[in-house]
């Protein structure tokens, strides 16, 4: 933790230090470790310091067999990476949900405006870099970067964690745009969980349109915690016949 101790020193000024002192030696020996924790104990190191040069180590660890240090080796490399992060353009592997903060702390910390390979990661095979857009587009507020078109592809995703976040993106960044289209999807929805978020979605962008919309949930629906969010919905409630029921 010797970077904790230096807090007005400059990065140039620590890696002086770090080598003049022989961690470096003591980094380069742990990196070479069989023992995945001493191999992870150099990552942090790296990490730590600041130490971009050993970016190429740390490249040859994230196809580990070891979750764990798999884990610690995209940390150390996001944290050590220029503002483009492309190192989540092919990254095929699951990602934590720790990571997943960890990861969005350092982008978000690292960046003044959204990274713009976004576009990429919306793209990816890999559900968790789609799940790491969303949310760094909800994040930096930038709604102009996911494309009607892409909300409607993102619906179909089978992992309901991506429907997850799509709806809540729609939601948190007022997308009133996409009302049609969360309409339709409730219809084909599965997961309970997000058919009530959709329901309280449309609530936040939906319009006086959307009272019949509503009405039908709670006239078809059997689901009883959904026809109570709907019934509970400010929009629902504007419904002529609501006083009756």
């Not at 078109?149 to 745009?177: P, T, W």
Request: proline letters at 0%; one cysteine or more.
């Amino acid at each position: 933790h010797i970077k904790e101790n230096f807090n007005e020193t400059n990065e140039h000024t620590m890696l002086l230090i770090y080598k003049y002192f022989g961690f470096d030696e003591i980094s380069n020996k742990l990196i070479r470790n069989r023992k995945w924790y001493s191999k992870s104990e150099a990552l942090h190191h790296y990490q730590n310091i600041g130490y971009k040069i050993k970016t190429g180590h740390v490249k040859k660890l994230l196809n580990s067999k070891n979750t764990a240090l798999r884990s610690n080796a995209i940390i150390a490399l996001i944290s050590l990476s220029d503002e483009k992060f492309d190192v989540l353009d092919n990254y095929k592997y699951n990602i934590s949900k720790s990571d997943e903060v960890k990861i969005l702390d350092i982008i978000y910390r690292k960046k003044s405006n959204i990274p713009k390979n976004i576009n990429n990661w919306l793209n990816s095979k890999n559900d968790s870099i789609v799940i790491i857009a969303i949310k760094l587009i909800v994040r930096f507020r930038h709604k102009q970067d996911i494309s009607l078109e892409q909300i409607s592809h993102l619906l179909k995703s089978e992992n309901n964690l991506v429907r997850k976040e799509v709806i809540l993106a729609i939601r948190e960044l007022v997308m009133f745009e996409a009302n049609e289209i969360l309409m339709e999807h409730f219809k084909v929805e599965t997961n309970l969980r997000n058919k009530i978020s959709v329901i309280k979605t449309l609530n936040t962008i939906g319009t006086t349109e959307n009272i019949t919309f509503f009405v039908g949930i709670v006239e078809k629906t059997r689901k009883f915690r959904v026809r109570f969010e709907t019934r509970n919905c400010k929009l629902y409630k504007q419904n002529r016949h609501y006083i009756f029921q």
